[in-house]
């Protein structure tokens, strides 16, 4: 069988070979064809596009946001030493006029224009809590509304803080206008504002927090990719001493970053916080095939360089077909029990990608240096052993064979320590905590939440006849329930509210009225104010109230979600039928799911690895023993992370399988070689030692690529990352380590074990 | 010879700076008198809202009003709604009445701005004050067969102008208006029939170009000048 492949990969080294030009031209036209797409790439950072709506809450959290408008709300908040100043109420008021001139926004709700009912001994006021043409501007017009505002749960301590230092205006966007253009104009707008007394400005809510991300998605690949690349060529260059040796893979990689950017595009995917890796990944994954094919090259020394080349071809592609199945496997294990569409997307695009590099690799790269005949000389000498091996690997091979027991000793102990750190893991799906310390996004969020009543939103859906007291009775009752129950819910807001006070007006106290006709005649002298998009359905049989949590941790969100859990397993009956969601819900599934996540795919790629490796190197034996290392790595990785604070969130939780996936290659070197110099005839001490030497040197030059590529990623904007690339270089170095390490020891011990090794 | 030319300049502009401005207040006069005219008028009126998914509500009411102060609105249906008042009497001093409650209660003046009862009028829309009242016009362009006039109120306003179409008769038949952004938000169309000697608007149709809601309210029968007496106008009659 073996024979039968050979053949068939020569015969597939000089078909491409033949077809040289041709195939080089239909790269390039797939290439400009894909570039096209490429270039329109956008950026979704919106983590609740993400979810899935097999989760009740996350799709009824996705509709009732669309249907009531509220996931798309900016928050405007103003800072200055005291807000019931008549200049700043006029800043307040400009603000508010130009953001209602804006296209692309629907309602704005502030201060100067937040509807009010007020109850006076001659009647009732249904207005606004401020003339906007006749701002308060006496002294004592600015207390009296000082006292108004403060005398309504409505809006002390929502728009405006209690120690009334800070306001907000809420902007609900048009569905019609893409978010990130509207956010991003309603900051040219405030900015072009003449503020009077306003000191600061921040922007909170989900748009602006979507644009910031947006924006450092951006930053990163248009800062950290050429970075990433450079790092690559030094090593290239450092590895290859040829121009040839930089530019063959480097194109490779170019063309099959372009490739995939442009069938996202095409087939309708954005960028997310997590696939803006990819390009960098696939420069420091994808290159390495290329490395491999230029390498067996070089080491042919035949003065015919075309069937040099095929020969090298006919060699290799096996090989390396190996090393791309096992990390696109690795990529692969995410499309299964992922909660969040993010991730399953990133799995299939970063296995796409990996896929063309590897077609790229060993179809395009012959195809191109015969077309150029840019082979290397036949006199090119084959490459010295390098400082590297002579000073690290064969001392390292001497330790690793004269003391085996020893090196699994040490393997073992790093083990057991680093198993504990694993239960110390915490978790984090809040978006806000995606953005570092300091960051204004951030510092937006924790002013809402300390100040303004809270910045996740809660929407409670209840569906019946709307009209009906006993249903607004409800309504009204749960909004109490709310409050009074979880302290971190301090802003409701309901259609309830405003037939409480209405009624209220008409003298007959602030609650629901008991008779049907006075709630539809109430509701005449509502209907048609903005606010009631809002908080009805057009065909008044279903209302929400909309509510805000303030943030302390997970554990808040979770008590919370029981909480009303319960009060709706009570409560909701067929005739009012009461479902909640928001961001403490999401979230909340969202931290469950993150754990199922990492379970399934982990298992998943451990099964695919093993049976892949296995195969390949016709024995289970082999296969275990070739993923002992890895999951000792991950094991280590995973309890660095729970010693030193790594959370798991969005992007670490891809580590595993990435680690499974890339580091699996390693092992695979590793046992290969070992059998090629035993079958060779050299004994099993002479045969690791070889191995150690020649592999060790393959894995460590790919180890450092790999993991510089990682390794930039510190340097972007989002915590995340940061931490994704702590973790998966450190991991590719553990693995590395374990590889030429651990795995030989492993090797060694068993095959002394064997009587028949024992006697040679 | 410059300063000649200057002077006739000048002396032409002089001359029809203030017949373009009287032009533009001749033409909001003749309108007010066409429109205003009745001493008083009874109308049943029929309201049909449509949002911006189409979906349809229809309300009828009567409205008696007399002069260009005292109006009363009165709901006849749907039934929910039936007996709903309002009375605007001189002064910007308004009422409802709701009959669920048996009450009357006075609304306040700063909802002028405010949506009437679920249609895209506002309570100042509503105002029977005559257009000259109102505002200050500018004329913008004048052809054979309409007068195109910019009108900017004289009190505190939510929109920064009011574009007024006129045909050559001196009706309405386009307002357009426009935020303080300007920005058109709002547009109503008019449909002008007579009656006897007088002109009315039997079909306003009103158009909010944010929310994209319309109100088309129709004229269903009129009587005008039948000596509406001031009892009408009075919380007393709101309530019967």
Redesign the interface.
């Given at each position: 069988m073996e024979e039968k492949i050979n053949k068939t990969m020569l015969k597939l080294a000089q078909w491409v070979v033949k077809w040289r030009l041709p195939i080089v031209l239909i790269v390039l036209a797939l290439t400009v064809f894909f570039g096209y797409y490429a270039a329109q790439i956008k950026v979704d950072a919106n983590i609740v596009n993400s979810l899935p709506d097999s989760d009740p809450a996350a799709k009824l959290y996705k509709e009732v946001g669309k249907k009531y408008q509220g996931n798309t709300t900016g928050i405007i908040i103003l800072q200055t030493d005291n807000v019931f100043r008549t200049d700043v109420l006029e800043d307040i008021r400009d603000i508010t006029?130009?953001l209602?001139?804006?296209?692309g926004i629907?309602h704005v709700t502030s201060l100067t224009n937040i509807i009010d009912i007020?109850t006076?001994e001659?009647?009732?006021?249904?207005?606004?809590l401020v003339?906007e043409?006749?701002l308060p501007d006496t002294p004592e017009e600015l207390a009296q509304l000082r006292d108004r505002v403060f005398s309504k749960d409505m809006y002390r301590g929502i728009i405006v803080s209690e120690d009334s230092t800070t306001t907000s205006i809420i902007a609900t966007y048009s569905p019609d206008v893409p978010e990130d253009s509207i956010s991003q104009a309603i900051k040219n707008v405030v900015s072009q504002i003449p503020l009077r007394h306003v000191e600061k400005i921040y922007y909170a809510g989900m748009p602006f927090m979507m644009l910031d991300t947006a924006n450092i998605i951006f930053n990163d690949l248009k800062v950290l990719l050429p970075i990433t690349s450079l790092i690559i060529i030094i090593i290239l260059a450092l590895g290859f001493r040829s121009v040839r040796g930089v530019v063959l893979p480097l194109l490779n990689v170019g063309i099959a970053i372009i490739w995939t950017m442009g069938l996202m595009v095409l087939t309708g995917h954005k960028l997310t916080m997590i696939s803006d890796t990819i390009p960098g990944i696939l420069l420091a994954l994808g290159s390495a095939y290329t490395i491999h094919v230029l390498n067996r090259l070089n080491e042919i020394n035949l003065s015919d360089r075309q069937k040099a080349l095929v020969q090298a071809m006919a060699f290799i592609t096996i090989p390396v077909f190996l090393a791309y199945i096992t990390t696109a496997f690795g990529f692969t294990s995410f499309i299964f029990g992922s909660y969040l569409t993010m991730i399953r997307d990133y799995g299939i695009f970063t296995a796409i990608g990996i896929t063309f590099s590897f077609l790229l690799a060993v179809i395009f790269t012959p195809a191109v240096i015969s077309l150029f005949s840019a082979y290397r000389s036949k006199d090119a000498k084959r490459p010295q052993e390098t400082r590297f091996v002579n000073r690290v690997l064969v001392p390292l091979s001497i330790g690793v064979t004269r003391h085996p027991k020893r090196v699994i000793a040490i393997w073992l102990g790093l083990t057991v320590i680093f198993f504990f750190g694993i239960f110390l893991i915490r978790r984090e799906v809040d978006m806000v905590d995606y953005f570092r310390e300091g960051s204004p996004s951030r510092v937006a969020q924790e002013i809402l939440d300390s100040k303004l009543g809270g910045s996740s939103p809660i929407y409670m859906v209840f569906d019946g006849d709307v009209q009906d007291p006993q249903f607004l009775k409800k309504m009204f009752d749960t909004e109490q329930y709310m409050k009074e129950h979880s302290p971190y819910v301090s802003y409701t807001f309901s259609v309830a509210d405003l037939i409480a006070q209405m009624n209220e007006?008409?003298?007959?106290g602030y609650r629901i009225p008991d008779?049907r006709?006075?709630i539809?005649?109430?509701?005449?002298?509502i209907?048609?104010?903005?606010v009631m998009?809002q908080l009805v359905s057009?065909?008044l049989d279903e209302a929400i109230i909309q509510a805000r949590f303030a943030k302390v941790d997970s554990k808040a969100y979770a008590d919370f979600v029981k909480l009303m859990d319960d009060y709706i397993k009570r409560n909701s009956s067929d005739k009012i039928k009461m479902s909640i969601t928001g961001l403490p819900h999401t979230y909340t599934n969202m931290d469950r799911s993150l754990i199922v996540s990492q379970y399934t795919s982990l298992v998943i790629a451990i099964i695919l690895m093993l049976i892949i490796v296995s195969l390949t190197l016709w024995s289970l034996r082999c296969g275990l023993m070739a993923i002992v290392p890895l999951i000792i790595t991950i094991i280590i990785s995973y309890g660095f992370m729970g010693y030193v604070g790594i959370t798991l969130n969005v992007a670490t939780v891809l580590v595993a399988s990435i680690t499974l996936g890339v580091g699996i290659d390693y092992s695979v070197h590793i046992v290969s070689h070992y059998r090629a110099y035993r079958q060779s005839g050299l004994d099993v001490t002479e045969a690791l030692k070889e191995t150690i030497r020649t592999s060790g040197n393959a894995i460590f030059i790919n180890l450092v690529a790999v993991a510089a590529g990682f390794f930039i990623f510190i340097f972007s904007k989002l915590v995340p990352l940061n931490q994704f690339a702590i973790l998966m270089s450190l991991s590719m170095v553990v693995a590395g380590l374990a590889a030429v390490t651990l795995l030989p020891a492993i090797i060694f011990t068993t095959e002394k074990q064997n009587p028949k090794n024992t006697e040679q | 010879m410059k300063t000649k030319h200057l002077l006739l300049v000048l002396i032409t502009f002089l001359l029809v700076m203030p017949l373009g401005a009287q032009t533009a207040d001749q033409i909001l006069d003749k309108v007010d008198q066409l429109t205003s005219a009745p001493k008083d008028a009874k109308q049943t009126i029929r309201m049909v809202l449509t949002d911006r998914n189409g979906r349809e509500q229809v309300r009828n009411a009567i409205i008696w009003q007399k002069g260009k102060d005292k109006r009363l609105i009165k709901f006849t249906s749907p039934a929910s709604y039936k007996g709903i008042s309002f009375l605007s009497l001189p002064n910007d001093v308004m009422y409802v009445y709701m009959p669920a409650y048996g009450k009357e209660r006075r609304i306040a003046s700063s909802v002028r701005n405010q949506k009437f009862a679920g249609t895209d009028l506002t309570y100042e829309d509503l105002q029977a004050k005559s257009y000259k009242d109102k505002y200050n016009a500018r004329l913008l362009k004048k052809d054979a067969n309409q007068f195109v006039l910019e009108l900017t109120s004289k009190e505190r306003s939510q929109y920064s102008k009011v574009i007024l179409t006129v045909n050559k008769n001196y009706l309405p038949v386009k307002a357009e208006f426009f935020n303080r952004g300007n920005q058109k938000v709002k547009e109503l169309t008019f449909n002008f029939v007579k009656s006897g000697n007088y002109w009315y608007a039997k079909v306003i149709t009103a158009k909010d170009l944010k929310t994209k809601h319309s109100t088309r309210m129709e004229v269903i029968s009129t009587q005008f000048d039948t000596g509406l007496s001031d009892n009408i106008f009075s919380i007393r009659f709101m309530k019967q």
């Open positions: 006029d130009s209602m001139a804006m296209n629907t007020r006076s001659w009647g009732m006021e249904i207005g606004r003339d043409y006749d007006a008409m003298g007959e008779e006709a006075k539809e005649q109430l509701w005449m002298m209907e048609g104010e903005d998009e057009p065909d | -």
